[in-house]
């Protein structure tokens, strides 16, 4: 079968590592491009930098008392659900072996939160701390991943764009050490973009809408789908989205 990225990429595809910042990112953003590379024969391999101990959560999901090790662990089964439908072959946690520098004790990197500190730009929240994804030092994470692709061995990296995506402040550190990782290890880097940016390439990938929208279903402290649409903690509702552009920014 061909790969979904041929457009993109025409070297042997054997392995895929998604870097992502917190659970459900990886459905949301790049769900429909897991499975149809899944479904193609590539290993896709997944790097979540965060637990999301900061996301809402959609009320009467959890039980009550539910402590804030009981949301992680919550979160962490969400998921493993939702890897199993897309065809995540291996996943992992910022910090955590394999994905940690040489000689360094295990260490996890908190979700930062958001605030919103213009209209327009946003920031982690008022109490992340010297933990979170932004407050621990970059090059501590720059390492972590190296050390998660020297394991893995990935013929391809996939992030955010310098943006984020939505601005949130762990997807763009995220997208950050994705392209510092990418710079040093001499690997090929494809952002996932907003908007129609010059160079992007759209991939129309509709054909996997089912194992996208079982993934999704798999985040009831997130989310709610709704036939072919997701309904956020918030309210926000959106289309599930299949059709993903993609920008080659780095690599031989």
Do not use: K
Request: aromatic residues 4%; charged residues 20%; contains cysteine.
């Amino acid at each position: 079968m061909t790969s979904p990225l041929a457009p993109l990429y025409d070297g042997p595809l054997r392995r895929v590592l998604f870097v992502h910042a917190h659970p459900d990112d990886e459905t949301l953003s790049t769900g429909a491009l897991i499975a149809a590379l899944a479904a193609s024969g590539v290993e896709c391999q997944l790097l979540t930098c965060t637990r999301g101990e900061c996301g809402e959560i959609v009320p009467g999901v959890l039980p009550a008392g539910t402590t804030a090790d009981g949301l992680t662990r919550w979160r962490l089964h969400e998921l493993a659900g939702a890897c199993a439908e897309l065809g995540v072959a291996r996943n992992g946690f910022l910090g955590t072996p394999p994905a940690l520098g040489p000689g360094c004790a295990e260490r996890s990197y908190r979700d930062s939160g958001m605030r919103w500190l213009t209209p327009t730009l946003a920031g982690p929240a008022a109490d992340a701390g010297l933990d979170s994804l932004t407050g621990r030092p970059f090059e501590d994470a720059v390492s972590d991943v190296l050390a998660a692709v020297a394991a893995w061995q990935p013929d391809l990296l996939i992030s955010y764009d310098l943006g984020g995506g939505y601005g949130h402040p762990d997807h763009v550190r995220t997208a950050e050490i994705s392209l510092a990782v990418a710079r040093a290890a001499a690997l090929p880097l494809l952002q996932t973009v907003t908007g129609t940016p010059d160079g992007a390439t759209w991939l129309d990938l509709a054909d996997q809408l089912q194992p996208v929208r079982r993934a999704l279903g798999h985040y009831r402290s997130q989310l709610s789908v709704d036939g072919d649409h997701v309904v956020h903690v918030g309210g926000q509702r959106q289309p599930i989205d299949t059709l993903l552009g993609l920008r080659r920014v780095v690599g031989p």
